[in-house]
């Protein structure tokens, strides 16, 4: 899977210590995550073992993730089920950056002081 190829390759020049432990445990996970997608029965016992594979903290907000993790699951599940064609593999990578985006705005969000939203 390109992602991945891609993700190694930034671990492997990333400074930041907390970023690389990050892409590391990313890594980990789409690896888990690629093991299962070739393993689960179905698609359904697929999606329920993916999500408890650590997205966010003991998967307490794993559920606020929901709509781009599900995107990831289903591109993944075809890939490793034999879709592997450039357009799954740029879907991949697609529905990779938004979840990344959305958990990252969780992460932030619940280490930052909340601050009212601007009324306009």
Known sequence: ???L??????????????QAQLLREDIARLVRLQ?????AD?????RKAAL????????ARTHELAEPLDALL????AYANGATDPARESGIATA???????RMERLVGCLSTP???PLD
């Open 1 to 3: 899977m390109q992602l």
């Open 96 to 102: 990779w950056r938004e979840l990344h985006r959305v």
């Open 5 to 18: 190829d891609e993700l190694q390759r930034r671990v492997a020049r990333e400074q930041s210590i907390f």
């Open 115 to 117: 601050v009212p939203k």
């Open 74 to 77: 289903a591109a993944v599940h």
């Open 42 to 46: 179905d698609f359904a016992s697929f």
């Open 35 to 39: 093991d299962l997608a070739r393993t």
């Open 52 to 59: 408890r594979l650590g997205w966010t903290k003991d998967d």
